[in-house]
């Protein structure tokens, strides 16, 4: 399997909501005007199958990461100054490469000397706490080309929309439904994840999901903001699932982590992600 590390370098921000119209003009600037760029980070395919070769490695060595999956594939993000720790971790089991002027070129174990080796043991991971928001979610994809046919209803709800799906009977036991959107746009590849019933605000016929058309249940991991600092909050939800066998989508934002997981498997989810954090526990 291939990893690859892409040129750019990248930050991970977050918004006030107040504040956000102060943004608004840069970033429909980003969605719609034409520009080809990358992503600074290793890219990788499908986080359930990296699980163990990828993320459990690099929690061991006690860096932390963010994934981002989206409809195309996945990415994994990790600070700088770890990089030398990540290639000289996964060289035996990848074949790496760098980006360079938009062509790749191999890297060695030889080229992360430099930092490494990363001996220190760090403390054991936090065990948070999981809530399963009551949305279903979708999957979605874009032809890019048609973008534009979108562009008022992806502002509004980017911009102004910001209620509550009203998914959830008040009387269920489960956290009630949140606000989720999530739209990435990596190399021209679009995607977007969304709740069912925000979806039916945009054109049926432009946007594009598996044949299956299958729908999403929500993991979310952390009481409170998680921080950047912590190491393995991945690993500890990504590890049970790829022993479990259960697919997985996961996105990492600036406060929480969130794995997406078939609607029919949740229970199971639910289910294998309390055994493991009652082991971490005891």
């Known amino acids: 399997m291939e990893l690859h590390i892409l040129e750019h370098r990248v930050r991970v921000l977050s918004v006030a909501r107040p504040g956000l119209w102060l943004y608004t003009h840069p970033l429909i600037k980003l969605l719609f005007l034409p520009r080809r760029s990358r992503g600074a980070a290793v890219q990788a395919a499908g986080v359930t199958k990296i699980a163990r070769s990828v993320i459990a490695p690099l929690a061991e060595h006690h860096v932390s990461v963010l994934m981002l999956s989206t409809y195309q594939t996945d990415f994994i993000l990790v600070r700088e100054q770890d990089l030398s720790v990540v290639i000289h971790t996964l060289a035996q089991e990848f074949d790496i490469y760098r980006e360079v002027g938009g062509e790749p070129v191999p890297v060695t174990r030889d080229d992360s000397s430099n930092g490494f080796p990363r001996t220190q043991h760090g403390p054991s991971p936090t065990v948070h706490p999981i809530q399963s928001p009551q949305n279903r979610f979708c999957v979605l994809t874009l032809d890019p080309e048609t973008l534009p046919a979108i562009a008022t209803t992806l502002i509004d709800v980017l911009f102004y929309s910001h209620s509550t799906p009203k998914e959830a009977a008040s009387s269920s036991p489960e956290p ?66 790829a022993a479990a066998d259960i697919s997985a989508y996961y996105i990492s934002t600036f406060n929480f982590d969130h794995a997406l997981v078939p609607e029919d498997g949740i229970g199971s989810v639910i289910e294998v992600l309390q055994r493991r954090q009652e082991g971490l526990a005891s």
């Not at 746009?185 to 598996?210: C, N, R, W």
């Open 176 to 241: 009630s439904s949140i606000t989720f959107f999530a739209f990435s746009l990596i190399e021209g590849y679009i995607s977007i994840v969304m709740d069912a019933e925000t979806q039916k605000k945009f054109p049926s016929d432009l946007l594009l999901t598996s044949s299956s058309g299958e729908l999403w249940r929500m993991v979310r991991i952390g009481g409170q903001p998680l921080g950047f600092d912590e190491c393995g909050i991945v690993a500890q939800i990504a590890g049970p699932l």
